[in-house]
């Protein structure tokens, strides 16, 4: 039996590894790997919004509004991220970008965190995005 688990565990690991060397949005992997990754980081990650946005806020204004507001933003971001992580991990099979923006939370730290557009698609290998052309 342990043989078994052993080969799944070999051949998941293969699986992941092919198709690492391609641009970032040109595969169906690329953008699943992705999402899926982002998804995960937000479920677990996600009350890391709460100290980003105190920071964030003390910088902006004074310490007391980054303390005060800071957590009152930072929860309710925390709150959302954790809850598009969870769409992005159950809509992971679809090859959309992730809700999130940034799609991880320690990406643009001093950056206030958006949400969406929902299940919009990654640019494809014909230079389109969405229907207009670059």
């Not at 595969?27 to 964030?56: Q, W």
Request: charged share 15%.
């Amino acid at each position: 039996m342990s043989k078994w688990i052993g080969a799944i565990i070999f051949s998941a690991s293969v699986l992941l590894c092919i198709g690492s060397d391609a641009r970032a949005d040109d595969s169906y992997g690329d953008a699943v790997r992705l999402k899926l990754g982002s998804g995960f980081s937000n479920i677990l990650l996600g009350l890391l919004e709460v100290p980003k946005n105190i920071i964030s806020t003390s910088n902006q204004a004074n310490v007391l509004l980054g303390i005060t507001g800071g957590t009152v933003k930072g929860t309710a971001h925390a709150l959302g991220r954790t809850l598009a992580g969870i769409v992005d991990v159950f809509s992971f099979p679809v090859p959309t970008k992730p809700i999130t923006n940034p799609p991880f939370v320690w990406e643009n730290w001093y950056t206030e965190t958006t949400y969406g557009p929902f299940f919009q698609t990654s640019r494809s290998a014909a230079g389109t995005d969405m229907g207009r052309r670059y």
